[in-house]
């Protein structure tokens, strides 16, 4: 049974960078039939797509977050990472990872989620 | 990107009652769509893939239909563990965006 688990900080001063990595288990990150992303949900709101990125490194990246977002793969740790700089309170919220098979970018693996919180 | 928008954002209902929710498309998406299941503290949860298709595990009276810009999520017989919040998704191009929601509350 496939597994993902987001690990990180939980708080992150206004200006620095949130980074999280999902460690991915019961299954293979090197596949080629899939992608691997990440989601966030501020408190009591919905979600918001964050970006993507394939086994090869290939991301694909959601426009409104593009120039502060970094999503990478490390396939040998069987885990992929995310940085998001210059945060400010807006940013707080639920971080989940996910896996999309490819082809049909539908989110059928979701992380539990852990919550970052944006606060000096 | 392609807005998408749910109604209604919240419903109450009953025990065995049959819910409807729409999720309608700013731009016409074929069946790129997908509706996710969340309840409290949880992460959403696949039930609806491709508009109509019940992802593995997912009971029967979810049902989901639609194509091009109008989608419809009908749960027949609502379940006590039915109450939660419901999410549509578009997956036909990027960004993925998803509706604001649907909670099923307890009436």
């Known amino acids: 049974q496939l597994q993902l688990q987001e690990s990180g900080p939980g708080l992150v001063k206004p200006s620095e960078t949130l980074s999280l990595t999902c460690i991915v288990s019961?299954?293979?990150?090197?596949?080629?039939?899939?992608?691997w992303g990440w989601i966030r949900q501020p408190p009591g709101k919905g979600l918001e797509w964050i970006g993507s990125i394939y086994y090869s490194g290939r991301t694909y990246y959601n426009p409104s977050l593009k120039s502060r977002v970094t999503i990478s793969v490390d396939t040998s740790k069987k885990q992929f990472s995310l940085k998001l700089s210059s945060v400010t309170a807006a940013d707080t919220a639920v971080h989940y990872c996910?896996?999309?098979?490819?082809?049909?970018?539908?989110?059928?693996?979701w992380g539990q989620g852990t919550l970052v919180t944006v606060s000096s | 990107d392609i807005q998408m928008t749910q109604s209604p954002s919240s419903v109450s209902a009953s025990v065995g009652d049959r819910v409807t929710i729409t999720c309608r498309a700013s731009?016409?998406?074929?069946?790129?769509l997908a509706w996710y299941q969340q309840k409290p503290g949880k992460a959403p949860k696949l039930l609806i893939y491709?508009?109509?298709s019940l992802q593995s595990g997912v009971p029967s009276r979810f049902r989901g239909s639609g194509s091009g810009t109008d989608f419809t999520l009908t749960i027949n017989s609502l379940q006590p563990e039915d109450f939660a919040t419901y999410y549509c998704?578009?997956?036909?191009?990027?960004?993925?965006?998803f509706g604001g929601g649907t909670k099923v509350e307890i009436k």
């Open positions: 996910a896996r999309s098979p490819l082809g049909s970018w539908y989110i059928d693996y």
């Open positions: 019961g299954g293979s990150i090197s596949s080629s039939s899939y992608y």
């Open positions: 731009q016409g998406i074929s069946s790129w």
């Open positions: 998704q578009q997956a036909n191009s990027l960004p993925l965006t």
């Open positions: 491709a508009a109509s």
